[in-house]
């Protein structure tokens, strides 16, 4: 692996656990202000410090990301589509490859669509995508988007729509979590990175689904609702970074995050 494409994702994944905890804030793109996000610069700015990656729309980042923060950056390039619109799976490219040079993006980000009637807008917007970032070594995550075009998903559909992001070149796929995950590593090829979907009844329920993920190979984590959303959500991504790069399970995580919880985010951080 070339130098620039090994330091990028070294800038990801931990070099010491080999493991990712993502912040993903990247769903304004779709669905507008929604609960948790309305204001993302006070809703980011204490959970950075926690977060080995920010994955964002450069609209997001040039708005409420102080570029002094030294996080980095996986930006989301594909989108195009609104949760009130005919079809969220007809997305596009919405950010050239050369604006997230300009980002100091460490990767960008595209989802895709396996089994809808975009299928092959999307896999072929990945496969180019995979072209025109890879002139510049930079890496690209592919996201297996599930939703209302899809319905119900279970690790046979993500394994397949896991695998197909791979063949096609990207360098690791954000996938969502289903009983029998780990043969959707298995079979991955690169780095797999779980999703949180929805918010969860409770943060033991969010904490169970990263230890889950991790347990089953995953390369860690790409949460967004089940933090920010969650009644403490610097005190949640503290948790769900202790189950990610240091092992912890899950009772051990909870109570860090009782531990934690209500408590004031340290000055500087
Ligand atoms: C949407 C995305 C989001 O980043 C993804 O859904 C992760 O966020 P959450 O944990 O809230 O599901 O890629 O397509």
Not at 103 to 131: K, Y
Not at 198 to 215: E, G, N, P, Y
Request: with cysteine; hydrophobic share 45%.
């Amino acid at each position: 692996m070339s130098w620039g494409r090994s330091n990028r994702l070294s800038r990801i994944f931990d070099p010491a656990s080999g493991r990712t905890n993502m912040l993903a804030v990247d769903h304004g793109y779709f669905l507008g202000p929604i609960s948790g996000m309305r204001s993302p610069r006070s809703a980011i700015t204490p959970l950075l410090p926690y977060a080995d990656a920010l994955m964002a729309t450069r609209g997001l980042l040039r708005s409420s990301v102080d570029p002094a923060l030294p996080r980095s950056i996986v930006l989301r390039v594909s989108g195009g589509t609104s949760i009130v619109g005919p079809s969220l799976s007809d997305e596009t490219i919405i950010t050239t490859v050369e604006d997230a040079l300009r980002l100091n993006a460490a990767a960008v980000a595209m989802s895709v669509f396996v089994g809808t009637e975009h299928e092959r807008q999307t896999l072929g917007g990945l496969a180019a995508l995979v072209d025109e970032a890879g002139r510049y070594d930079l890496p690209v995550l592919a996201v297996t988007a599930v939703g209302k075009e899809l319905g119900a998903y279970d690790a046979r559909y993500l394994g397949l729509a896991t695998r197909i992001c791979a063949e096609l070149g990207a360098d690791m796929v954000k996938t969502y979590h289903a009983d029998g995950f780990e043969a959707v590593v298995e079979a991955a090829m690169v780095p797999v990175v779980v999703a949180g979907g929805k918010r969860l009844d409770s943060v033991r329920d969010a904490l169970a689904l990263a230890c889950d993920a991790v347990t089953a190979g995953a390369a860690g984590i790409d949460f967004g609702r089940n933090v920010w959303q969650s009644a403490d959500p610097a005190a949640t991504i503290q948790a769900l970074r202790a189950v990610v790069h240091d092992g912890h399970g899950v009772d051990d995580a909870l109570g860090l995050y009782e531990r934690l919880a209500g408590q004031p985010v340290p000055a500087g951080r």
